[in-house]
């Protein structure tokens, strides 16, 4: 059986090698460095001002990082979040157990346990959230709901059947009106897939260690 095995970043949070892939959950220059400046930074405060619950939807919920940032962003701008997130291969509870961000963000660890169960869980009077254990290309999101999407699979050189227009389209559709899909990657077959869906793209300048990384809105 392929394992995950955790890692230490450049910023001193954990990150996952994952012995199925054979690629890290985050970049080695710093996994919630990475993940603030990428999915909070350009997507969260892009649509702060919104006054109606935020729907947040992740392809790749993986560690749980990204959640749990939205999370803290939540309670720090009493902001009401319904996050879900899908992960077709959850990270077993063992390792959850032990990865830092809870230590370095100043978080109940409880809390981040809760963020991995499945069913729904009322995390606070601010934020809810729910992973599915579902792949991609079974899952069927209702049309029209999400405000927020991240998109956080393994690389399209790793998990090319993640990155296809068929999934963006799906996504596209999900998306209510200047609804945005945010993602790591600027390939650029990643690029003409997200502009085929109907989606407008820009470029963004990266986190350390990543020159640019896009953002899409419906």
Request: charged residues 20%.
């Amino acid at each position: 059986m392929e394992t995950n095995e955790i890692k230490r970043t450049a910023d001193g949070s954990h990150t996952l090698s994952s012995g199925q892939f054979h690629e890290t959950y985050h970049s080695s220059f710093g996994a919630i460095q990475e993940s603030r400046h990428i999915f909070i930074g350009a997507g969260l405060h892009r649509i702060k001002e919104m006054k109606e619950p935020i729907e947040i939807l992740e392809i790749g919920f993986g560690t749980g990082l990204n959640a749990l940032l939205s999370f803290l962003w939540a309670e720090e701008n009493s902001k009401v979040i319904d996050y879900t997130g899908i992960e077709a291969f959850p990270v077993a509870e063992n390792l959850v157990d032990k990865l830092n961000y809870p230590e370095l963000l100043s978080c109940n660890q409880r809390l981040f346990k809760l963020i991995h169960q499945r069913g729904i869980q009322s995390l606070s009077k601010y934020f809810q959230s729910q992973v599915i254990p579902v792949s991609f290309q079974d899952f069927v999101p209702e049309k029209n709901t999400c405000h927020l999407i991240f998109f956080d699979a393994f690389s399209p050189e790793t998990q090319p059947e993640m990155w296809t227009n068929e999934g963006f389209l799906k996504l596209y559709a999900a998306l209510k009106p200047t609804g945005i899909l945010v993602t790591y990657s600027s390939k650029g077959i990643v690029k003409r897939a997200l502009k085929e869906a109907g989606f407008s793209i820009e470029k963004i300048p990266g986190p350390p260690g990543k020159r640019e990384f896009l953002r899409a809105t419906k």
